[in-house]
């Protein structure tokens, strides 16, 4: 089945500086890869989502990049702010397979 | 539009006993999915319904149990409950089975006793 790896688990940055999150994924035959931003006693939340047919989404602070022969994919956040500061998840679906593989998380501090 | 809704929020259960947990999804979507999400092991995916029939199941034991109803409300079960069932359950609901989005509701808390 497919596995998801994600990194950094924890990430410090200082408000107003850009943060970036690493994915790599098993499954050649995955083709969505969505990234999930959970606050505390929240259900994670759709930040953004790109397709394999698609190397690049851009969503105002938020980017996403999909490189589909090495199989990894990264969250970009420029202009960080305090209310940025949260989990987030990373996975990965096939067509075939619709469930979502997450990565572990990664815990992002934004500094004031 | 209102998004997933999941009740109760809060559940407290001893080892033995049997949930219910029940998921209304966004209006209009017709797919609903079920993870569990604990610190070891993270999210990781249980079953999805769509037209009241289970699509797809993950790799948990028999004692988890779901079924949706015509209105696309879902419930899941668990029998027989264990400490390691101690969970955040969510819910995720899709317009269909073209479609991979997935929305997440604020999940319910299972602590087992």
């Known amino acids: 089945g497919e596995n998801v790896e994600q990194h950094p688990s924890t990430l410090s940055v200082q408000e107003g500086d850009s943060a970036v999150i690493k994915c790599t994924y098993s499954d050649s035959a995955s083709n969505y890869f969505p990234w999930y931003k959970q606050e505390l006693g929240k259900g994670p939340q759709l930040i953004i989502d790109?397709?394999?047919?698609?190397g690049e989404k851009k969503d105002q602070r938020i980017a996403v990049t999909l490189n589909k022969t090495a199989k990894h994919f990264s969250l970009h956040i420029t202009e960080t702010q305090p209310e940025d500061s949260a989990v987030y998840f990373c996975a990965a679906s096939s067509g075939s397979a619709r469930q979502l593989t997450f990565g572990s998380g990664t815990q992002l501090t934004v500094l004031p | 539009k209102a998004g997933v809704t999941q009740t109760p929020r809060y559940l407290i259960k001893t080892r033995g006993q049997q949930v219910t947990l029940s998921c209304s999804p966004i209006?209009?979507?017709?797919?609903v999915s079920w993870y569990q999400q604990t610190p070891g092991q993270g999210l990781q995916f249980l079953f999805e319904y769509f037209s009241e029939t289970q699509r797809n199941k993950g790799n948990f034991p028999g004692r988890f149990s779901g079924r949706q109803f015509s209105n696309s409300r879902s419930e899941m079960n668990v029998s027989t409950l264990e400490l390691g069932d101690s969970a955040l359950y969510l819910c995720a609901s899709s317009f269909g089975l073209a479609s991979d989005t997935q929305y997440f509701g604020p999940g319910t808390r299972l602590t087992v006793l």
């Open positions: 790109i397709r394999s047919n698609v």
């Open positions: 209006s209009g979507h017709r797919s």
